[in-house]
Each structure stands twice: as C-alpha cells, then as structure tokens.
C-alpha cells in the first residue's frame, strides 16, 4: 500500500445496510481500504463491529434483505459491484475464496471430501474427474492431511475438527486464488491445533502467494500472522496500522483499550497482571451515540468528540487513525 | 485438620458410547477417569484442558448433576455419592454453578428478579421481603441496577447477562462457584469486567472458585492452583507460579507454547518448532495404552507406550507439584518454555 504498487482490492466508500424492525443498520458504514498482493490484513473487532460483513461484502455474499447499498470493490481490473452474477461466481472461488470458522457451512456434508475439493478443480481448471481426483488427493497431502489417499472418501463429519478444516483450506486454495478471506479460522479450535492451522496458513501463503484477510476477535492472533491490522468499531475502521507499530503505540484509545483487555501469560511475556476493561457496551447499531462512536466509552472523549465524527486519516509510516485525540 | 471443602477421589465417569443407529459402534468413553482434586476454603483451582478432555463433565460431577460412575466427591467431608436427593439439597446449596451461554441459561419468560428468586423458592429459604432483600444484595454483588431487576434477559447484553447467572449462582450464598467456561461466549472487552468480579467474590466474600478453562492466559490472572487435564486425565498439577515457571509434564509445556503473543511479531518458522505438537487429541472411544499423551509427546519412549505414569511430586519444586509423565523431573528442568 505505502510501497506505491497498486493494490490487489480497492475497497471504496461501502456501505451495507441491513433493514430490521425499527429502523436499517448500517453494519459496514462508508469504509475504504486496500489490500495488498501476497499480503495479510488483519481485521479486529468485536461483535457488531461489521468486520464479517466487510468480508463477506468482498465476495458478494450479503444475505438479503441485507444489501451492498454504495460503494465499490475492485480486484485488479474488476468492479466487483458492477459484475453480472455469472461473472462474480467465477470471481468465487478462482479469485477470491474464502474460509469460516465452522468447516461445516463450506464443506457439504453428503460429498466426500475428496470430491468436493475435485469438483474445484474441474470447475475452475477443467480437469478431468480422474485428474482432479488426484489434484484434491495432493491438495490434501499439502496441507498436511496424514493418508490423503483414503482420507479423500471421508466424508466431512468423520474427519476431526483441525482435519476438517485443513480440508476446507486445500478447497479454498484449490484454484490457487489471489485472496484468501478467512473469518474467525482458528476460533473454534484448540490451541495446539490453532497454532497448528496458523503455521500452515503462513506456509501456504509463503508457497502460493495469495493475500490474505484475517478476520478474528482475538488481536494476540492477528498479531501472530497479519503484515497490517485493521480495527474496527460499530461499523466504521478507527484505525489501520503495520502490525508491530499497531500493537507497541496504538493510537486510538480504542486499539489500546483492546490491547489493555487481552490477557497474557505473565510469566512468559511478562505482561500486565493488571488488565484493563473498557467500561460500558458496544452501541447499539440503530442508536449511536452523536459524533464520534466511542465517545461513550472513552476516558478521552470532550464535547468536540460528542460533537462531530472524527475521518480517518494518514498519520504517516503508513497508518491511519480516526480519533481527535490521536498524536502519532 | 479440617476436610477440604470439595474433595473428588479417584472420580470416573464414563458415558456410553456415541454411535447409535445404522452406524452403530458399541464402547464406552471414557469421560473422566480417575481424577483426585481437592478445592480448600476460599481457593481458585483452575481446570483447563482442550475440547473433549473432560474437564466439563468434571464440572458437572462436582455440582451433582451426573452421579460419577466409580470413585467419591465429598463436599465438607462428606461423601454426597450415598445421599437420597432430598439429603443431598443442603450440599447442592452450597455448590453452584455458572454456565458458558449466558444466553441459554437464563429463563427467557421470567424477569431478573423471579430469576434470581428461583433459587430461594426451590430451596423455601425466607419470607417475601426476605427473599426481596436477598435478590438485590445478590444484584448488588455483581453490580446490577435495582432497577433493571423489573426487566427480561433479552434486554441484556451478553456481559450483563452473565452477571445475571453469576447473581443467581450466589443468592445461596454458597461456598464454592463451579464456573465452566464463564468467559468464552463474551467480547474482549467485556471479558475483563466479568473477571474482575469473579476475583471481587473471592477477595470480599472469600467464595472458592473451580474455574474450567480452555485459556491458560486467563486461568494466569485468577488461579491459586491450575490442573491441566487430558483425555479424561489430570496430568498435572501445581501452584500457578510453579506451573509457568517449571512444567513438568510435556502437554503442559506445548499448552502454554501454543497460547498466542501480543508483540512477538509474526510467527516465522521457529514459532512452528516450538509449539511442535503434532496431530489431534485421541479418540476417547479408544485411548491409548500407556501414557494417553504418547502419540502426540515429542519425548516418548518405548516406556510411555506401555506403563501409563502415575500423578507424582515434582522433585524441583514444592509440595503440591506433581505430574504424571515418566519424565517430569527432566522436562520441569527446561523451565518456562
């Protein structure tokens, strides 16, 4: 991004509206970002923040009555918006592909693993059967799946819940997509399994080149994998930075609050002992507070923060913050 | 000396098996099996372990709501296994437990205050002004608004809505809380709230606290004393200093290698090294012979995958250290991993 080569997606001004009873939630409220070739972007947030559906707004996969209202989302040459449904499914999968946390809403529970990952490679690269067949087998050896030959006829639900989402991975990847979007990968997992799936992202993205958007709640894991991070508050981005200056000097009293409220071992990474929580709630998306949306729960905020919104702006060393108070 | 306020003893439980059906594959899992524990007055133990080590069905047998299979549970010294239910509801008064969903375990129909009161009715403890005063000193305790009493859970946050259950869970004024996993289902920033008022409990009220686990890094900031469970197994267990600082058993020391770092930077390669733990957890259905970790240890030996280690003291550190691996001495000398 700062390095002036243009970015993979360009995402302007998105707006994603969802009508409910009482009035229409503005989940994802007119935000920009970009994202860059072989890199990996870190979204943070909590529940409510629109981190998932600025994902799933890159694939265009918002469930109605929910609708992209503006913007736009380009991938290289493509306005993803403007895309026919045909083209965007093609888009899906070849370009961009994505994971979840729960392998079983992606995986298809009456095929067998082998021929879901198959049926990618016959779609988006024409395989023959046999020869897509043996594609998923080695798809699956990749990543780390132990006797992929049988393992292939498992059917999802026999295999573990690290196996099975090795196997959503080596889907996602099949068609060596340019972006992989990853929402909460590692969050219903154990630990050593987490770390075990974090180590073959990183591995996978060193061999394929692919840049990634990872999604989760937990910013000590987004720090273990992201080139940049990305936070975000009741559907707006508060602030964007390189991970290692984003976690040492946060600059939204947001970020820090975060960074204050994350347990750590004590004895190992030496650490706090004390956390902070920050008080209060998320808002409610239908009753914001005026101005700026943290204002309720910011031991910074004055009338000037209740007053206006503040715009997210460059700071230099490639960052950018959306607070009054913010000094970089 | 007096008896420990709960006392597991060689606790089993085992369920039988999953398949049922065409599939059908008779056994039996072995849920818990053969755990001893002890929590004192006013003590935080932590019980933490991944999915499926039995960590929550231990929760469940120290509450009373399975019978354990073999083994005792003694709460003030006296083993409850025996006791006819309507024996055994003064036990339960003072044994409480606090839930993971705090959106499924609060009673959509009723107002905080009729739940909050439940307890007292079922129990037929006080009058109505009584039990009136009782419920907003429980409020109080964990910092409710009398005046949100009135209202439904759906009103709540999830936060709020845990405070609720941890409000309920006190209104017995019980001795020990059995939480399992009270932190899982919240926000970050919210999960700090509800653990300062966990150790608020201890410190103002001297409740001893069993807390189940899967985050090593949040058991650091309340426990005295942390067991760590595997496949149905304690397989250590030790004062919280002693286990960051010396863990004796291999699973341990890959339990705390795994937990995240803020501020390390990004994982190279020598992050995938160090948390070296390969494979998945064993089928319960079919534990291993010998040690239940070998598959998975990166120290096996022949010895492991024949004689299962016993839970045993820690040379290295004091009483109260021990661990059931063949090597505990040797791996608690490689200090914090």
């Known amino acids: 991004m700062s390095d002036g080569t243009e970015p993979l997606v ?68 493509l306005d993803l918006l403007t895309l026919d449904e045909e083209d965007m499914r093609r888009v899906r999968g070849q370009r961009i592909a994505m994971i979840f946390q729960e392998p079983m809403t ?39 799946i132990p006797a992929p030959a049988s393992r292939a006829h498992d059917y999802p639900h026999e295999l573990s819940g690290g196996m099975r989402q090795r196997a959503m991975i080596a889907m996602a990847l099949a068609a060596r997509p340019d972006l992989l979007v990853a929402d909460e990968p590692t969050t219903a997992l154990d630990v050593t399994i987490q770390a075990q799936i974090l180590d073959l992202m990183l591995e996978l993205q060193a061999e394929f080149g692919m840049a990634v958007l990872f999604i989760s709640h937990n910013l000590a894991v987004v720090s ?88 997210l702006i460059d700071v230099g060393g490639g960052r950018q913050v959306a607070c009054f108070k913010a000094r970089p | 000396m007096t008896a420990p306020l709960l006392a597991l003893s060689d606790v089993v439980k085992h369920f039988p098996a999953g398949r049922a059906g065409w599939f059908a594959r008779p056994g039996t899992v072995h849920a818990v099996n053969g755990v001893t524990l002890e929590v004192g007055r006013g003590e935080t133990v932590a019980v933490v372990g991944e999915s499926g080590c039995g ?59 009729a739940i909050l009161g439940e307890p007292l009715v079922i129990h037929g403890l006080g009058g109505r002004a009584e039990r009136r005063r009782r419920i907003e000193e429980a409020a109080q305790a964990v910092a409710l608004q009398t005046g949100q009493l009135d209202r439904y859970p759906h009103e709540f946050s999830g936060g709020q809505r845990q405070r609720i259950a941890i409000a309920r869970a ?85 339990l705390i290698a795994a937990v995240p770092v803020m501020g390390r930077g990004k994982r190279g390669p020598g992050a995938a090294a160090k948390a070296a733990l390969k494979g998945d957890v064993p089928d319960p259905l079919d534990p291993p012979v010998g040690c239940p ?10 010895l492991c995958r024949r004689v299962a280690p016993k839970l045993e003291p820690v040379a290295l550190s004091g009483a109260g250290h021990r661990a059931a691996c063949h090597f505990r001495d040797a791996v608690a000398a490689l200090g914090a991993p």
Do not use: W
């Open chain 1, 224 to 311: 273990e994998v992201a080139d940049d991070i990305m936070v975000m508050y009741a559907g707006r981005i508060v602030e964007r930075a390189p991970a290692d200056a984003l976690i040492a000097r946060p600059l939204h009293p947001y970020t820090q609050g975060l960074i204050a409220a994350v347990p750590r071992l004590a004895a190992r990474d030496g650490g706090a002992g004390e956390l902070h929580a920050i008080p209060g709630n998320v808002p409610n998306p239908l009753a914001l507070p005026p101005g700026c949306r943290f204002s309720d729960r910011c031991p910074l905020a004055d009338d000037g923060c209740r007053a206006a919104e503040p715009a």
């Open chain 2, 55 to 113: 960590k929550t069905t231990l929760a469940r047998l120290a509450v009373g709501l399975y019978p354990p299979t073999a083994g005792a549970i003694a709460i003030g010294g006296t083993d409850i296994g025996g006791l006819s239910p309507k024996a055994l509801k003064p036990y339960r008064r003072r044994v409480q437990m606090i839930f993971q969903d705090p959106f499924g375990s609060l009673n959509p129909r009723l107002p905080v205050s």
């Open chain 1, 10 to 77: 360009a995402v302007r001004d998105l707006l994603v509206e969802f009508p409910v009873e009482g009035g229409v939630v503005r989940a994802v409220d007119v935000v920009s970002y970009d994202i860059a070739a072989r890199r990996t972007l870190g979204v943070v947030g909590e529940s409510g923040s629109g981190k998932s559906v600025a994902a799933l707004a890159l694939l265009r996969l918002i469930a109605p009555p929910g609708r992209i209202a503006s913007g736009s989302i380009r991938l290289g040459d």
């Open chain 2, 170 to 254: 006190l209104i017995l004024r019980p001795d020990l809380l059995v939480a399992d996993e009270p932190l899982s289902a919240l926000d970050v920033s919210i999960q700090i709230a509800i653990l300062d008022l966990f150790r608020a409990l201890k410190r103002d009220f001297g409740i001893a606290l069993l807390f189940i686990s899967h985050d090593l890094a949040v058991v650091d900031l309340i426990a005295d004393r942390i067991a760590v469970m595997y496949l149905g197994h304690i397989v250590e267990v030790a004062p919280r200093s002693d286990l960051f600082r010396a863990p004796a058993h291999p699973y341990t020391r890959a």
């Open chain 1, 106 to 144: 992606a995986l298809n529970p009456v095929f067998t693993v082998g021929a879901q990952i198959a049926e990618v490679f016959r779609l988006h690269r024409g395989l023959a059967p046999r020869a897509a067949f043996d594609e998923a087998v080695a798809m699956l050896d990749r990543v780390g």
């Open chain 2, 293 to 302: 970790f070998h598959p998975r240890c990166p120290r096996a030996e022949d």
